[in-house]
């Protein structure tokens, strides 16, 4: 009888060992492939906000740096405020005869900059104008490509 009861018991055991390991194998596997997930999606995070870092980052130092420098030597022939959102001081520089124009921007803090070419047009002088030419316009910036950032008036 003993005997009997020792072999119910083991079998008892055996069933509670195998229910019990069931269910722990289902919640490890869970717990794995949720924990996968998780690292995935902060993988996934941190990658999509590195590229925009990086991008951004890229961006703002393209838009605002020099492609070259230089001067223009003429006669300014028209000098004009423009702008809906952003007023900007936009101008035309003639080399000679009328067909070759040069168009320029002037930026919202280089007042002296527009006072010297109003100065230059009133005593009729030729100018030379110095720029910086950028890669990208904005509006705030103006409509071209070229900042002049001095003037000097030539006799």
Request: aromatic share 8%; charged share 30%; proline share 2%.
């Amino acid at each position: 009888m003993d005997t009997e009861k020792n072999n119910k018991e083991e079998e008892k055991l055996k069933e509670d060992v195998t229910e019990s390991n069931l269910p722990k194998a289902e919640n490890t596997l869970k717990n794995k492939i949720t924990s996968g997930l998780k690292t995935a999606k902060k993988i996934a995070i941190r990658s999509v906000l590195l590229l925009l870092v990086v991008s951004l980052s890229g961006f703002i130092v393209f838009a605002n740096i020099n492609h070259s420098n230089g001067t223009r030597v003429g006669k300014v022939v028209k000098i004009s405020r423009k702008g809906v959102l952003f007023k900007t001081w936009e101008g035309q520089l003639s080399f000679g005869d009328n067909k070759d124009l040069w168009d320029f921007s002037i930026p919202s803090s280089e007042d002296d900059v527009r006072a010297n070419i109003d100065l230059a047009n009133e005593k009729n002088k030729r100018v030379r104008l110095s720029y910086k030419e950028k890669y990208i316009t904005f509006p705030w910036r103006g409509d071209t490509k070229y900042q002049v950032h001095k003037v000097e008036i030539l006799e």
